[in-house]
């Protein structure tokens, strides 16, 4: 019998509560709720997750799929704050065993894992991230002689690229190369050649890149009895942000709920920011007419998050894009003024101005963490993070370099990854060059012969040592041996592992201090892996984030603001937004003008940005940008324009304004003991009129 109707229900607008309490059996047609920016989808979202759970759903038959862990992490929370309201204190069991709420990577990492037997995959592989995969690329490219320097082949990253393309769009490599990569046309024969090598060589290494998480999952689902296991193992199948999925992720839902039953998909078409990682539109503008007539479909219309003005301004950029979103937002949170469009000389004023609206932010209450500055491109905030680290403001930044990018802390989790999985050969080539007297050849020779062995580990033992290698080989080999045997003590031998590479790391780098602290805090993360094994995992499929070290790194309960590339801060919302270098040349990016749709896509970023605010909306436009060489052939500064998405016929949905303000009145007897020699103030003033 139905339950009486929840408070939680109540708050909820009527098509937000239509989606939420859609069928909630497993046997109920598929939804989709399609909606413009912060209509409350994800929200939507949880409280359906949380009102299928209060009418009995299992928790543990609930697959919950979002763009980052800390998304899905979030989700979580907001489902049991909502199961709480009506289950009380039973809500956390319920909702702590929702515990297949994560990324289609994380997903298909575990799920792997479970069926590694039944496909013929050692279950202790290890996962390639992007530069390991490119690694590896290259070693197979050697291997078959497709030297760059002689040929001009593609580089290793444009080889992955393209391998990455072909298979996450489900296309072949002609077509990809010809809508992609059309100077790399005349290679088909050869990288073709060189995937194939490159799939033989992960599968020989007992090794997964990214895109076999994918792949691999879509494989088991697509036929035989694991496919059949797969599809009972789910009730519900729920998707946020599916605009931005590829070809091989809808796949992989079509194969799980071939006629879509109990299957939630979530998202907004003018938010699609994701179709240089092959995502594509298609997916959630296709959905309806796949599942004709069973689909439900709801839009959501109005905006609870941002001020009207700021939506007015946001709405007036979308609605220039070429294809039409038929979505008209409202929202009667009539207060606040116009987003400001700010014009300051360069990076640094940018800079400058930034923290001190931030500063005078603070000042009236608002916490550092209601406030986020966004920008195109991680480099952009270079000039931003100076300051802040002068005016000592603790910041975390988003979307950039990440802090297992570096040397010494990737150094480190080789050694665990080879010790996890010997066969590994990227890892294997990177560690066993650290010892002295070990170069690329001879390393190649040790990993050649573990190969060979079936136990690769024990085989070490027998090996002569390199010579000039000493002590070391010794202590390398017992190390390995300890490792392997350890696995189930953890996190302690990771400290095993870290006192053994700590002599190298004073050995290769100058600055082996700093380095020694970026160690340490890598054994505090891994204090809250239960194995090695989920650490090197999930620490390989969603880093942590790198944080400003010369600030200090800033504890959980500490107040911080937060930097974020755009691309990293979609779904999320914050008071004060500052969008930095709103200019031609950054946004849209310079890289990004090669054709009508990825310009497209370059509005939809500024969308994006602009429509993750609640109250104020900043975008900055310096007259002179920084840009970084391989694209403008050397580092150089260069005068910029205004973006072209905001022309001045959108002019009056912005408070426009320079930077430093004019001096005032009072303030001429000052300037005038000191001529101004070029009145930079007044010719900006000027730009503007
Ligand atoms: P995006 O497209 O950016 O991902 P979204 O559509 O997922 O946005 P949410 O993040 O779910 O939107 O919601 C935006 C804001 O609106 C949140 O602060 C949320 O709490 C609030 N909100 C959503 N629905 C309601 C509602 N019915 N009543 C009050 N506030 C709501
Ligand atoms: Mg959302």
Request: proline content about 5%; hydrophobic content about 40%; overall charge negative.
């Amino acid at each position: 019998s139905p339950l009486a109707p929840a408070a939680y229900l109540e708050k909820l607008n009527p098509e937000q509560r239509l989606a939420v309490e859609h069928g909630v059996g497993a046997a109920n047609g598929p939804l989709l709720v399609i909606a413009g920016a912060g209509s409350g989808k994800t929200n939507t979202l949880a409280h359906r997750v949380a009102h299928l759970i209060v009418n009995g759903a299992d928790p543990r038959r609930i697959l919950l799929m979002t763009f980052s862990r800390r998304a899905a992490a979030e989700m979580t929370r907001r489902v049991e704050r909502i199961c709480r309201q009506v289950m009380g204190e039973k809500a956390e069991a319920m909702t702590g065993a929702l515990n297949w709420a994560g990324t289609f990577h994380g997903i298909g990492a575990r799920l792997i894992r479970d069926y590694a037997d039944q496909i013929g995959l050692d279950p202790a592989f290890t996962i390639h991230d992007r530069e390991d995969s490119a690694d590896l690329m290259n070693l197979v490219r050697h291997e078959l002689g497709f030297s760059r320097t002689e040929t001009r082949f593609p580089t290793k990253g444009t080889c992955l690229a393209i391998y990455s393309r072909c298979v996450n769009a489900q296309q072949p490599i002609e077509e990809v190369l010809a809508r992609v990569f059309p100077w790399c046309t005349s290679w088909a024969k050869e990288l073709k050649q060189l995937f194939g090598l490159y799939v033989e060589a992960k599968q020989k290494q007992n090794v997964l890149d990214y895109d076999d998480l994918l792949l691999y999952w879509a494989q088991m689902a697509g036929d035989g009895a694991i496919a059949a296991d797969l599809g009972n193992r789910f009730d519900h199948v729920l998707v946020d942000e599916y605009q931005d999925t590829n070809r091989l992720q809808s796949s992989i839902l079509l194969a799980l709920k071939p006629d879509g039953a109990g299957l939630t998909v979530v998202g907004d078409d003018a938010q699609s920011i994701y179709s240089f990682r092959a995502a594509t539109v298609r997916n959630i503008l296709d959905f309806p007419a796949h599942f004709a007539p069973a689909a439900r479909i709801v839009t959501l219309d109005r905006n609870y998050r941002s001020t009207l003005p700021i939506l007015t301004a946001a709405n007036a950029v979308i609605e220039k894009a070429s294809e039409r979103f038929t979505k008209n937002l409202w929202t009667d949170r009539d207060s606040g003024g116009k987003p400001a469009l700010v014009s300051v000389r360069d990076e640094a004023d940018q800079a400058r101005y930034v923290v001190d609206r931030i500063l005078e932010n603070r000042e009236t209450g608002a916490l550092l963490k209601q406030q986020a500055v966004l920008f195109r491109t991680s480099s952009h905030s270079g000039q931003l993070e100076v300051e802040l680290t002068r005016r000592t403001i603790p910041f975390v930044k988003f979307g950039g370099l990440k802090f297992l990018d570096a040397a010494h802390v990737k150094d480190l989790l080789a050694v665990l990854r080879f010790a996890e999985n010997p066969r590994d050969r990227v890892a294997g080539f990177r560690i066993l060059q650290l010892l002295p007297g070990v170069g690329p050849s001879s390393a190649q020779r040790i990993l050649d012969v573990m190969a060979a062995a079936p136990n690769p580990i024990a085989t070490l033992a027998d090996l002569p040592a390199p010579p000039r290698s000493g002590d070391e080989w010794p202590a390398f080999v017992s190390l390995m041996a300890t490792l392997k045997a350890d696995r189930a003590d953890w996190p302690a031998s990771l400290g095993l592992a870290r006192r053994w590479y700590e002599p190298h790391l004073e050995r290769i780098h100058e600055d082996a201090l700093t380095r020694q602290a970026d160690l340490l805090q890598l054994e505090q993360i891994a204090s809250g892996y239960q194995s090695r094994e989920k650490f090197l995992t999930e620490l390989t499929l969603d880093p942590p984030d790198a944080t400003s070290d010369q600030a200090g790194v800033p504890t959980l309960d500490e107040d911080y603001l937060i930097l974020s590339t755009i691309h990293s801060a979609k779904g999320q919302e914050w008071k004060s937004v500052y969008v930095l270098n709103v200019v031609d040349g950054a946004i849209p990016s310079d890289l990004g003008t090669g054709s009508p749709d990825e310009i497209e896509e370059e509005r939809r970023l500024l969308y994006v940005a602009m429509t993750r605010a609640k109250d104020d909306l900043h975008l900055i436009v310096p007259q002179k940008f920084f840009v970084h060489g391989q694209h403008s052939k050397g580092d150089k500064h260069v005068y910029a324009n205004r973006t072209r998405f905001i022309p001045r016929e959108l002019g009056d949905h912005f408070e426009w304004t320079s930077w430093p303000p004019p001096a005032r009145a009072g303030e001429t007897a000052v300037a005038a003991s000191q001529p101004v020699r070029l009145d930079i103030g007044a010719r900006l003033r000027d730009m503007w009129s």
